[in-house]
């Protein structure tokens, strides 16, 4: 065993007496194991909850989707889902029509978004695991039904049981009207039963009402116009080659973007959210390290006669300056590792058994979701932490005693 190290060990895992120094040592750990757990713990709960937007995104958009540049709709003649559907990595692909329309229930009224969508928007979306009243369903036998948010539903004062007799009306811009005069020669009305509400985010529960495709032709007078073509990929596809590969065969008129581009400013927000956070705690891990400094300075202190009778023997500064630094190291290795084991041991028995539950939320417990890179970051932090804390005293004292 190497003789810095041994003595090191020593003198931290000393069988005497507890002292002052021997405490202050302790306590250094556990002040270095506490703050990482506590940054795994944190960084752990931003990557939950960025997974849960993102499945929860999921449900809604997909995960590319294919938009005109110039107008606000496009004809299938100019672009044919069909031709997607055979580029390597895309899954699926449906078209969909979205316009802002005019929603009506008894006196109460308001605009909202129409999503027109295939009858497999359902099964591919996954929408009906996030309907909370009704069912997720488009047509009862031939008979167009509409699927809403739960703030439109709240905002419209919408009753469920009373769509057979009082459906939603909904009326749409006749396209070359003007809206001046004779606001009801301007609008092209319908009503539709509503069947089921859902509940993802408010982004989408305070806006969105979902029905067929045809339904929504015809309400908006589109005559084989679309406004998206939304792709699902295979899971083991890589999204950026499918999304490069997509963009070449649509061409500039076109533009592809992923469910990230279209949320890029809510996914954002969070990494800023997360980092920012990092940052503190690594501010809070700095302060913790004057722990570990307090403590090799009353070590160093404590053991000049030590440091003069290794000088005497022949053990150069550098040696015994190795001595020290690798206390200071040992200090923070063992809180480190400590604090690395707790803090992944309490995201596993979250992820299991959801120790922290949340109440009438969108999910069961709180999430949380441990990614090696981060698992990197705070170990590299705390390592650098560590041997900052420690250079400083074992070079000012060692060399101040072992000249002595």
Avoid at 114 to 140: H, N, P, T, W
Avoid at 228 to 234: A, F, G, K, P
Avoid at 253 to 279: G, H, P, Q
Wanted: with cysteine; hydrophobic share 50%; charged share 20%.
């Amino acid at each position: 065993m190497n003789l810095s190290f041994f003595i090191a060990k020593r003198y931290l895992f000393s069988k005497k007496s507890l002292s002052i120094i021997t405490i202050m040592s302790m306590i250094s750990m556990l002040v270095v194991a506490a703050v990482t757990m506590a940054m795994v713990v944190i960084l752990s709960a931003f990557n939950g909850i960025e997974s849960l937007i993102d499945s929860r995104y999921s449900y809604f958009d997909s995960d590319l989707s294919v938009i005109p540049l110039t107008n606000k709709v496009f004809s299938t003649d100019s672009l044919d889902c069909l031709d997607l559907q055979d580029i390597e990595g895309v899954k699926h692909c449906a078209l969909s029509i979205e316009e802002r329309v005019f929603a009506q229930y008894d006196e109460n009224q308001r605009i909202v978004i129409l999503k027109g969508v295939e009858d497999s928007f359902i099964q591919q979306s996954g929408l009906d695991s996030m309907i909370i009243d009704g069912e997720a369903r488009l047509y009862l036998e031939d008979t167009p039904q509409a699927v809403i948010g739960i703030g439109v539903k709240y905002d419209l004062d919408l009753r469920l049981f009373e769509q057979v007799f009082n459906p939603l009306k909904l009326s749409a811009v006749i396209r070359g009207k003007e809206l001046r005069r004779n606001l009801t020669q301007a609008l092209n009305k319908r009503n539709i039963p509503v069947a089921g509400v859902f509940t993802i985010n408010i982004d989408f529960d305070s806006d969105y009402v979902i029905v067929p495709i045809g339904f929504a032709s015809k309400l908006l007078e589109f005559e084989n116009e679309y406004s998206t073509v939304d792709i699902r990929i295979e899971e083991d596809a890589d999204m950026e080659t499918v999304q490069a590969r997509l963009q070449e065969v649509v061409g500039e008129n076109y533009r592809v973007r992923s469910r990230l581009e279209k949320n890029e400013i809510i996914y954002k927000s969070n990494k800023t959210e997360k980092w920012a956070t990092f940052l503190i705690m690594a501010f809070i891990m700095l302060i913790a390290t004057f722990n570990i400094i307090a403590a090799l300075t009353l070590l160093i202190n404590e053991k000049r006669h030590d440091i003069a009778v290794l000088t005497g023997m022949g053990a150069t500064v550098k040696s015994i300056r190795r001595i020290f630094f690798l206390e200071g190291a040992l200090i923070n290795a063992i809180g480190a590792l400590v604090g690395m084991v707790l803090g992944l041991l309490f995201v596993y028995v979250q992820q299991e058994w959801g120790l922290i539950r949340l109440e009438g939320g969108l999910v069961e417990f709180y999430p949380v979701e441990m990614i090696f890179t981060d698992f990197i970051a705070i170990f590299g932090l705390v390592v650098f932490g560590g041997i900052i804390s420690s250079i400083a005293p074992v070079r000012f004292f060692t060399r101040k005693y072992a000249s002595l």
